[in-house]
Every structure is written in structure tokens, then in C-alpha cells.
């Protein structure tokens, strides 16, 4: 069964930093690209990370970048998300996603609020 489940969300200050954690299971995860995605309320889900299955090319999107950092550890089947300098616009449900050219999975998000 395939699971993706993320932690490390929670409510932190503008200007300060989390790091999320994706844990999976349930397929080759070094054979995956990683990516993490974000929905804000009344937003459309966005694309704010993605690492290649072997981790050696990583992409960004324009709004956290020198900002965030994605990183994967393959052999302890984990991909994270190191965001700094949080911004209140950051404030979103974070979503882990696996995927290759025939199938993607989804995890079930985690909060991060950034607020005074």
C-alpha cells in the first residue's frame, strides 16, 4: 500500500523557519521524482518544490526561491522541504507527491500558518 505522510507543519512567526518531512512506502521511492505542492484557501495547488528521483536536479518556483530547499534521502525513503524566511503568503496546506511517467501519488498535507 502506497503512503505518503508528511509532517513538521505547524504555526511559526513571519521570518522564521520549518522543515517539513516526507515519509513513503509502499514503492521504489529512489525510482520517483519527489516534488511538494501548496493550496492556500480559495487558491488553486501550486507547485513550490521538485527534486529528479536520483536528486541531483532540483526546481523551484519563483516565489521561494533562496528561500526553501528540497532535498531527498533515498535510502530512508524521505524527501524535505527546508523553508526560511517565511512570508504570511506562505500560509498553505504543504502536499508531498511522488511521480514518474506512468503514475503520481499524493500524501494528505500539513498545515503551516505564518503569522504574528
Known amino acids: 500500500q502506497v503512503q505518503l505522510v508528511e509532517s513538521g507543519g505547524g504555526l511559526v512567526q513571519p521570518g522564521g523557519s520549518l522543515r517539513l518531512s516526507c515519509a513513503a512506502s509502499g514503492f521504489t521511492f529512489s525510482t520517483y521524482s519527489m516534488s511538494w505542492y501548496r493550496q492556500a484557501p480559495g487558491k488553486e495547488r501550486e507547485l513550490v518544490a521538485a527534486?529528479?528521483?536520483?536528486?541531483?536536479?532540483?526546481n523551484y518556483a519563483d516565489s521561494v526561491k533562496g528561500r526553501f530547499t528540497i532535498s531527498r534521502d533515498n535510502a530512508k525513503n524521505t524527501v524535505s522541504l527546508q523553508m526560511n524566511s517565511l512570508k504570511p503568503e506562505d500560509t498553505a496546506v504543504y502536499y508531498c507527491?511522488?511521480?514518474?511517467?506512468?503514475?503520481?501519488?499524493w500524501g494528505q498535507g500539513t498545515q503551516v500558518t505564518v503569522s504574528s
Open positions: 507527491r511522488a511521480y514518474n511517467l506512468f503514475r503520481f501519488y
Open positions: 527534486i529528479a528521483s536520483a536528486g541531483g536536479s532540483t
